[in-house]
C-alpha cells in the first residue's frame, strides 16, 4: 500500500501503522453457527451512496458512529466525489482515507480492509468500487442505496440490508447477523 493512503488510516489521522486497540477488551463478538467466532474490532464503510448521499451525511449516521465508536475502530474510505468530505470528516469526527483518483479504487479499499486484519473488519458498502473489500471482510454488508446499488457489491457481501441505518443496527445488535447467517 502506498505510504500516502497509508498514512491518512486512522483515527483523524493521527498514526500510520494500526495497532490493535481494545477499548476495555471491547469488540462485537458474534458467534455464528456453521461459520465460527468473528470478533469484530474495525468498520470500513465507503462515504458516498453508503453514508452520504449527494455529499450530505445521511440523518442518523453520525448518532450511530458515537454508538459503534466504542466497541469498533471507525474507518472512512472515499474518492470524495462530490468534494464535501472535509465537512463529514468534521461531522463524524473522523479523518476519512482519500483513495488516489485514477488508481484502482476497488483494490485500494481492499487493501485497507487487509492492512486492519481482514479477520477482525466489517465492511459497509453499496458501489462497484466497494464489492472487493467487502469480499475481504470477515463480513461484509452491502446497503440498498438511492445512488443505486451494484450487483458486484451485492454479490460479494455477506449481508444486505435496506439501507446504512439498519446495518450499523445490525452491529449493534449482533444476534441479528447470526439470525441471518447461521447455517
Known amino acids: ?7 491518512q488510516v486512522g483515527w483523524r489521522g493521527q498514526f500510520c501503522r494500526l495497532p490493535t486497540l481494545y477499548y476495555n477488551n471491547h469488540m462485537i463478538p458474534v ?8 470478533q469484530l474490532e474495525h468498520l470500513v464503510c465507503d462515504v458516498n451512496g ?4 449527494d455529499g450530505q451525511l445521511l440523518d442518523g ?3 450511530a458512529f458515537k454508538q459503534l465508536g466504542g466497541p469498533l475502530q471507525i474507518h472512512l474510505a472515499t474518492a470524495d466525489t462530490h468534494g464535501r468530505q472535509d465537512v463529514i470528516d468534521k461531522q463524524l469526527g473522523l479523518r476519512a482515507v482519500r483513495l488516489h ?11 485497507l480492509v487487509r492492512s486492519l486484519g481482514s479477520e477482525r473488519t466489517v465492511a459497509i ?5 466497494d464489492a472487493a473489500m467487502l469480499k475481504e471482510a470477515a463480513l461484509g454488508i452491502c446497503v440498498l442505496s438511492k445512488e443505486g446499488t451494484a450487483t458486484s457489491a451485492l454479490l460479494s457481501a455477506d449481508l444486505l440490508t435496506p439501507d446504512i ?8 445488535n449482533p444476534k441479528r447477523i447470526v439470525a441471518s447467517l447461521r447455517k
Open 1 to 7: 500500500m502506498s505510504s500516502a493512503l497509508w498514512g
Open 31 to 38: 458467534e455464528i453457527p456453521g461459520m465460527g467466532l468473528l
Open 50 to 53: 453508503t453514508l452520504a448521499l
Open 61 to 63: 449516521v453520525a448518532m
Open 101 to 111: 483518483p485514477g488508481g484502482d479504487e476497488a483494490e485500494q479499499k481492499a487493501e
Open 125 to 129: 458498502g453499496q458501489g462497484a468500487n
Open 165 to 172: 441505518l439498519t446495518a450499523l443496527d445490525l452491529l449493534m
